[in-house]
């Protein structure tokens, strides 16, 4: 697998030749804002990052799971069944290094010893990503401090990097070897281009402006960070409105409810929110998490200290710094790692 | 057209009508028990008051696809509960308001007062509603048949 | 510095230090630019840090409901009416709140800003009517009268009719506004054209709820979203739920709702949520005379009624 160069003027024709084998997205400018749409040929790369996280590919907001009849004349009334997905291959274009690790850590989270979440790894099997290194990483970022980088290669089946004239394409899975073949029109990369990627990584890494610090959380106990004393003031102005989780592109909670019109029904499987009260509501009418103070501790204890104890190290957090940019009430997770961390 | 002619038109609304208690259900009842013809395209729920009303019945009437929603209550100053229409009114008339700036319709959408010795007003009150609703045609905006998700 | 932070700061460490409140609600610098935080400020020094610019566009009446403490807030002119509505509604009691009403000039929309001068604002800097923006290879100057938010430039009541105290000299509302000009054109065009302009407005919408939790109005234990037996709408992104609930929200914000943007400030994808309560805004004036938190006297428009109130429609 070897590190190919486009040229950069070509690369709509590239995504254009892509387009016969893949349903081909990449970022666009739509109303003000950087989304992922779909692409044919133009494509944006003068760009930070998108305001929603491109989670939405494999774990979709609204999710139809199962559909059954609820007439109770048919010979198959209530019973679940699937409805067969379209397999389109998917290829996702411009996908950031934060966001690609992200779905490394939802990749072990949707998988455990008992159970494989289908519907999430159905997608994500079928798509190939190539990534876009930050050669600018955002005044918010901090993925450096959780375990990422603006040039991190995990999640990704290929990393582009853009060198001003030329983009420079390292395949890292099968998959994204495939890919690079289907296209065509490559050249095979040279040192030179190797060099300017290494001097790139260095100038991003060096860029980024928000260093936090993680190492105590990882070696203080649950019970210590739990009892802080710092929870109700961080909490104080939470809204408990639930926009981070909802742009973070980690948060992976749902909640699974039928919806029945007539004499059809649906298992519909929709983005939850840990900031709702009813999230954690029994249906004894007692509530674990009765108060906005434990809420707001349990989204930052899961991110920081749960998630990374359960599944080998991986922190929860990516460093993207949505949340941060999006809260209402600017609520930095930064400062709240650091008041963690003190 | 008498009633009978109306029946055979193809399309036959199916308009969901909320009728208090003490007055409108009563003019209904006077109605029928007086032979009064009107179009059975008028589905009866019975609250206590108008005041019971709430904007969210008239929405899920029309998102279990109702093609016309009818309130009819008692007249102003005669309420059974001294002064739930009053409420009601300030209600029904945002709440119209709200939803024709939505797009909903005009013609979907009625509210009358009639009292329980109005039967023969209530008869004609319904044919108006069921000829509008039926000229404005099956629902389809608000209505919603099936979860519209990937 | 402003000269209203340094009267804010005052009045804050007076109240504080004379122990007529326990918490003076206020806004601190935020970690983004153009992005302020609601501080909480409890002691003299935490009140120093309280500042006042015009990136001060969360309502702090929305942290009043059921609190136990006795609580000073830094109020606009929106603010202090929604204040007001918290007192007329019970939800707190007129002698457990301080208002420090605050005369405002409008707060900027930093939508505007970033769509005016690219992508990467690093940071930026008011003074004097002006807005300088800058970032990798830029900087600009912005007038801040051009980037205010839609309700600030329509905005006819910015000084607080209620207050304790208030920080400066009042400044002049503005007459002649039009505060329904895009109302009036859209109730002019034909009924299915409406219909698609509301269901487009809300496309993007991804049922976060941050516009209910940001309104002050928003306080109840159970939303009606969160009913169920019967459930009145569903939780996905089906259109015709997502269309449901801003119906429905509006309409329970009906006579309450004064236009102070903290839903489209909290909305993370920008929808215009003020096309949906600011025709209730326009109807209520216009049928019963009632303009919402003016007055700690007046009952809000549905809990009350005329014998002649309009009945035009009602056959």
């Known amino acids: 697998m070897a590190d190919m160069i486009l040229k950069k003027n070509a690369l709509g024709d590239f995504l254009k030749s892509l387009s016969g084998s893949y349903e081909t997205f990449g970022p666009k400018q739509e109303d003000g804002e950087v989304k992922f749409a779909p692409v044919d040929g133009e494509v944006l790369l003068d760009y930070q990052n998108s305001r929603l996280s491109p989670k939405n590919f494999f774990f979709p907001q609204s999710e139809r799971m199962l559909e059954f009849s609820a007439d ?6 209530f019973v679940m069944k699937e409805r067969p997905a379209a397999k389109q291959a998917r290829l996702l274009f411009g996908i950031r290094p934060c966001d690609a690790k992200a779905f490394a850590v939802l990749d072990k ?10 519907y999430w790894f159905d997608k994500r099997e079928a798509a190939t990503l190539i990534g876009l290194a930050c050669n600018r990483p955002c005044a918010t970022c901090f993925c450096t401090s959780v375990g990422c980088g603006p040039f991190h290669e995990e999640g990704l089946d290929v990393l582009a990097v853009d060198l001003g004239e030329d983009i420079l394409l390292k395949p890292l899975t099968d998959k994204g070897q495939k890919a690079l073949d289907a296209a065509g029109g490559l050249a095979a990369a040279d040192g030179k281009a190797a060099a300017s990627v290494e001097k790139l990584k260095g100038e991003a890494e060096a860029a980024i402006q928000s260093k936090v610090a993680v190492d105590k959380v990882a070696e203080r106990s649950v019970m210590e960070l739990y009892e802080a004393d710092h929870w109700a003031k961080v909490a104080q102005r939470c809204l408990n409105c639930g926009v981070c989780t909802y742009v973070c592109p980690t948060c992976h909670c749902f909640d699974i409810q039928d919806e029945v019109s007539g004499t059809a029904g649906d298992r519909i499987r929709n983005w939850d929110s840990c900031m709702s009260w009813l999230f954690t509501m029994h249906g004894t009418g007692h509530n674990p998490r009765p108060d906005k103070t434990s809420r707001v501790r349990q989204r930052f204890m899961h991110k920081f200290k749960y998630i990374p104890l359960k599944r080998g190290g991986d922190i929860g957090c990516v460093g993207c710094g949505r949340c941060v940019a999006q809260c209402p009430v600017n609520i930095d997770v930064r400062d709240v790692v650091r008041d963690m961390n003190a | 057209m008498t009633a009978e002619d109306k029946t055979n038109e193809t399309f036959q609304p199916r308009i969901v009508t909320f009728l208090c208690n003490w007055c409108s259900y009563g003019a209904a009842d006077l109605a029928g ?9 008028i589905r009866v729920i019975r609250i206590p008051c108008t005041g019971r009303m709430s904007p969210k019945f008239i929405l899920e009437a029309f998102r279990r696809g109702a093609d016309g929603v009818w309130v009819s209550g008692c007249h102003p100053g ?30 979907r959408l009625h509210f009358s007062w009639i009292s329980s010795a109005e039967g023969e007003k209530f008869a004609r009150v319904a044919t108006e509603v069921v000829e509008a609703v039926r000229a404005v045609g099956p629902s389809d905006r608000f209505a919603k048949q099936r979860i519209e998700v990937a | 510095m402003d000269k209203r932070t340094e009267k804010i700061r005052e009045i804050a460490k007076r109240l504080l230090s004379e122990d007529r409140v326990d918490v003076v609600l206020g806004y601190g610098p935020g970690t983004v630019p153009l992005r302020n935080a609601p501080l909480f400020a409890r002691t003299p020094e935490e009140a120093d840090k309280l500042i006042w610019d015009s990136n001060c566009r969360i309502n702090l009446a929305n942290f009043l409901p059921r609190t136990k403490e006795r609580v000073a807030v830094l109020a606009k002119g929106c603010d202090a009416r929604n204040i007001v509505n918290h007192v007329v509604e019970h939800q707190i009691k007129r002698d457990q709140v301080y208002i420090v009403g605050v005369p405002c000039q409008g707060m900027l929309d930093p ?4 769509q005016r001068e690219g992508r990467f604002i690093e940071s930026a800097v008011e003074s004097d009517g002006d807005l300088t923006v800058s970032g990798p290879g830029f900087e600009t100057t912005l007038k801040l009268a051009d980037v205010l938010r839609q309700n600030c430039q329509t905005c006819v009541h910015r000084n607080p009719p209620v207050y304790d105290e208030l920080v400066g000299e009042p400044v002049p509302e503005q007459t002649d506004i039009d505060r329904y000009a895009d109302i009036n054109d859209l109730l002019g065009k034909p009924d299915g054209e409406r219909y698609a302009y509301f269901q487009n407005l809300v496309k993007d919408c991804i049922r976060c709820y941050a516009c209910r939790d940001a309104c002050p109005l928003c306080y109840c234990h159970v939303c009606f979203v969160d009913e169920h037996m019967p459930q009145w709408l569903g939780k996905s992104v089906d259109p015709h739920d997502v269309l449901t609930y801003h119906i429905l929200r509006a309409f329970h914000c009906a006579g309450r709702c004064t236009d102070c943007g903290a839903c489209e400030a909290a909305c993370p994808v920008n929808i215009k949520l003020r096309q949906f309560t600011r025709l209730l805004e326009k109807d209520i004036q216009e049928r019963y005379g009632y303009e919402a938190g003016m007055s700690l006297e007046t009952l809000p428009p549905l809990t009350v009624y ?7 429609f009602i056959k």
């Open chain 2, 33 to 41: 028990v007086s032979r009064m013809p009107y179009p059975p395209n």
């Open chain 1, 72 to 77: 109770p004349a048919a010979e198959d009334a």
């Open chain 1, 109 to 118: 989270i949707y998988r455990n010893d008992q159970y494989t979440d289908n």
């Open chain 2, 78 to 107: 005669d309420c059974h509960y001294i002064a739930g229409n009053y409420y009601a009114r300030r209600k029904f008339t945002l709440f119209r308001d709200l939803m024709n700036y939505v797009g909903l319709e005009p013609g």
């Open chain 3, 111 to 114: 939508e505007k800003v970033q």
């Open chain 3, 306 to 312: 005329r014998p002649d109130d309009p009945q035009e």
